[in-house]
T-cell receptor, first 117, second 112 residues
Framework: ETGVTQTPRHLVMGMTNKKSLKCEQH?????MYWYKQSAKKPLELMFV???????ENNSVPSRFSPECPNSSHLFLHLHTLQPEDSALYLC????????????????FGSGTRLTVV | EDQVTQSPEALRLQEGESSSLNCSYT??????LFWYRQDPGKGPEFLFT???AGEEKEKERLKATLTKKESFLHITAPKPEDSATYLC?????????????FGKGTKLSVIP
């Protein structure tokens, strides 16, 4: 299997549940990302993992917790979410940036459509 | 103020009717401008990267151009299969080296 694979494709969870989203890439990339896509809003970067560092958007609530056990796998752990967290969650990967910035296109997965009830 | 603005928000074209999508940006120190295509229920698919004013790239019916403050995605003789949301994103020196800042996208519908 090639590309970036996300599971599950759809998830409905209650506000008290704990669930995890999974992302796997088979491209040999060494940077992985979580993005949130809400209707009528731009894609919002949540977390980045690269060979050397993890970077997060400080505005992301602590109820979202990322985990990156190796360069091919990325998880997003969810707990006590709110209805406004309902969105499409996208995983992406890329080659490590050269010359200090990301000049390669990302490869995105198909996303997990999350609904919080 | 949005740093990346795409217009129009939605565009309906007849098959074969050429047009352009616009992406304007207000950031300084542009490192790269990216175009993506997103189909319903799928993640964005990378199309182009442009690095400097005057640069152009082409892929099938699509041609992307870049000036100092905006980029255009020209669609020549579109077909129904070109229907999708087109996203523009920038990487710039004022943001983290890892970060792409996206616009809200233009939803293109091509009618047979």
């Amino acid at each position: 299997e090639t590309g970036v694979t996300q599971t599950p494709r759809h998830l409905v969870m209650g506000m008290t549940n704990k669930k995890s989203l999974k992302c796997e890439q088979h491209l040999g990339h060494n940077a992985m990302y979580w993005y949130k896509q809400s209707a009528k809003k731009p894609l919002e970067l949540m977390f980045v993992y690269s060979l050397e560092e993890r970077v997060e958007n400080n505005s992301v609530p602590s109820r979202f917790s990322p985990e990156c056990p190796n360069s091919s796998h990325l998880f997003l752990h969810l707990h006590t979410l709110q209805p406004e967290d309902s969105a499409l969650y996208l995983c992406a990967s890329s080659q490590e940036w050269s010359r200090g910035y990301a000049n390669y296109g990302y490869t995105f997965g198909s996303g997990t459509r999350l609904t919080v009830v | 103020e949005d740093q990346v603005t795409q217009s129009p928000e939605a565009l309906r074209l007849q098959e074969g009717e050429s047009s352009s999508l616009n992406c304007s940006y207000t950031v300084s120190g542009l490192r790269g401008l990216f175009w993506y295509r997103q189909d319903p229920g799928k993640g964005p698919e990378f199309l182009f990267t442009l690095y400097s004013a005057g640069e152009e790239k082409e892929k099938e019916r699509l041609k992307a151009t870049l000036t100092k403050k905006e980029s255009f995605l020209h669609i020549t003789a579109p077909k129904p299969e070109d229907s999708a949301t087109y996203l523009c994103a920038v990487s710039y020196s004022g943001a983290g080296s890892y970060q792409l800042t996206f616009g809200k996208g233009t939803k293109l519908s091509v009618i047979p």
